[in-house]
C-alpha cells in the first residue's frame, strides 16, 4: 500500500495512473480504488481526471450488481493490488499467470 504521506511524482505517477485507469475502465468504483492503494477518494479522481478517463456522474452506474460484475471488480482490484506490490516494491503473486 502507499503512503498517503509521500507525494507520487514522475514515473511512480504515470504508472499508477495507468493501472488505476485499466481498474476503472473494468467497472472498478474510485471508492475501493482509493482504498487499495491508500490513497484519498480526491487524490484517485485527480489521477483518474488526469488520464482522460471517462468518469461516471455521481451515483450513475458503472456496473448491474450482479455476481458476474463482483468477480470483474474483484479481478480488477487484485490486479491493481498486485501492479501497486511492484510499484512499492513488495509484489505478491501475479494474478495473471
Do not use: K
Request: hydrophobic content about 35%.
Amino acid at each position: 500500500m502507499l503512503s498517503s504521506r509521500i507525494p507520487i511524482m514522475g514515473q511512480s505517477r504515470r504508472r499508477l495512473r495507468t493501472a488505476l485507469l485499466r481498474a476503472y475502465d473494468q467497472g472498478v468504483p474510485i471508492r475501493p480504488l482509493a482504498d487499495t492503494c491508500g490513497r484519498s477518494y480526491g487524490f484517485v479522481h485527480t489521477l483518474l481526471t488526469e488520464a482522460g478517463a471517462d468518469l461516471s456522474p455521481r451515483g450513475g452506474p458503472r456496473g448491474q450488481g450482479t455476481g458476474q460484475y463482483s468477480e470483474r471488480v474483484d479481478a480488477a482490484i487484485h490486479f491493481l493490488e498486485w501492479e501497486l506490490g511492484i510499484l512499492c516494491g513488495t509484489p505478491i503473486e501475479n494474478p495473471r499467470l
